[in-house]
């Protein structure tokens, strides 16, 4: 296993690796010392940077996140929304196969180990208000404005 760290503009980001797969992305609050970079990590701290200069739309990173089979399946539907475009609780559910299960998906958001990546920051309410997210909602709104240009 690998772990570095990434200053955001949002803030300290830690990327664990295993297996050459990125398995966990998340917000912390500092630094450990451990600070691997291998080429892996090398790029995926290059896509991270395109990502918040507005130039990168794809991630071209092979990831691992565990979860169980219900979140592997919201979280590959996440993966479907394009940059920029957000989708609701409700239209992620019923493209897993359950358009009941809007708070199910909204748990599977808030279990993401690969943030941005896996963009739950992209599901919103039906009424489009932004909704949570489990970093904070300033985060959200944060990611969501980097997608659509604005400063």
């Known amino acids: 296993m690998e772990k570095s760290y990434y200053k955001s503009p949002i803030g300290i980001l830690e990327i664990i690796c295993e297996n050459g797969k990125l398995v966990s992305l998340k917000l912390v609050d500092y630094c450990e010392k451990s600070n ?50 957000t989708k609701s609780y409700s239209e992620i559910a019923a493209a897993a196969g359950n358009k009941n299960a809007q708070r199910a998906v909204g748990n599977a958001c808030n279990k993401n180990p690969i943030m941005i990546i896996i963009p739950c920051h992209r599901v919103v309410s039906k009424n489009n208000n932004i909704g949570g997210y489990v970093y904070g909602r300033s985060i959200k709104q944060k990611l969501l404005n980097i997608e659509n240009g604005v400063k």
């Open 36 to 85: 691997v970079e291998t080429d892996f990590i090398k790029d995926i701290k290059k896509q991270l940077d395109e990502y918040f200069l507005g130039k990168r739309t794809i991630f071209n990173i092979k990831i691992n996140p565990a979860g169980t089979d219900f979140q592997q399946l919201v979280w590959k539907e996440l993966q479907n929304i394009p940059y920029g475009e």
